[in-house]
């Protein structure tokens, strides 16, 4: 099996075959990321297909990368802001930053249970409660697995400011269902069970 960096140097050299793969393994959780930031389907795939364009324009002097996904959800994000700001020039309206807030897939999965346990109500309450900021970077820590130095590139934060958000969600996320849990937050914020992936 080959490497991300192996397929990313294959897409970069014009491979089709690398191509349609980092395309057909990446589209679903970039679209997934983008409704998170933007709720607008028609103009996240529109970004997307522009990451794309430019990615396969761009060729061999793209940089390398360990992660695809990592990149190809840093392309995005950029992406979305630049038409954002397109659009804000041309409705000469202020720019509204991006909200990050759309659910976790644990979210969905216990909306759906009839019979949640109060453990179970208890944690979806607390994840309602987190900041905009605060779910975008619990969404790329723990659904999408990414490291805190891949975190602060999309997110422009550095390393000490990421470890910071994530232990104070995780502290506030703990504080909200006080003595409900006997076992580690972190065991049930497992978004793994149903990926969006």
């Known amino acids: 099996m080959k490497t991300d960096r192996e397929i990313w140097e294959n897409f970069k050299s014009g491979d089709k075959s690398a191509l349609s793969y980092v395309y057909f393994q990446n589209f679903h959780a970039m679209f997934q990321y983008g409704k998170r930031l933007k709720d607008e389907p028609e103009f996240i795939k529109d970004c997307i297909q522009d990451v794309f364009?430019?990615?396969i324009q761009a060729g061999e002097n793209l940089s390398s990368t360990e992660n695809i996904r990592f990149y190809l959800f840093k392309a995005l994000k950029n992406s979305i802001l630049k038409e954002l700001e397109k659009i804000r020039k041309v409705e000469v309206v202020e720019l509204i930053p991006l909200k990050f807030e759309a659910r976790f897939s644990l979210e969905e999965e216990l909306s759906e249970k009839e019979n949640a346990s109060n453990k179970e109500i208890?944690?979806?309450?607390?994840?309602n409660g987190l900041s905009n900021r605060q779910r975008e970077i619990i969404y790329l820590r723990f659904e999408c697995g990414m490291q805190y130095n891949q975190i602060c590139d999309i997110m422009q934060l550095k390393n000490d400011s990421a470890r910071k958000l994530v232990f104070r969600a995780v502290k506030q996320l703990r504080e909200i269902i006080g003595d409900q849990l006997q076992i580690p937050i972190l065991f049930l914020i497992q978004f793994s069970n149903k990926h969006v992936f």
């Open 53 to 55: 364009f430019k990615l």
């Open 122 to 127: 208890a944690l979806l309450k607390a994840l």
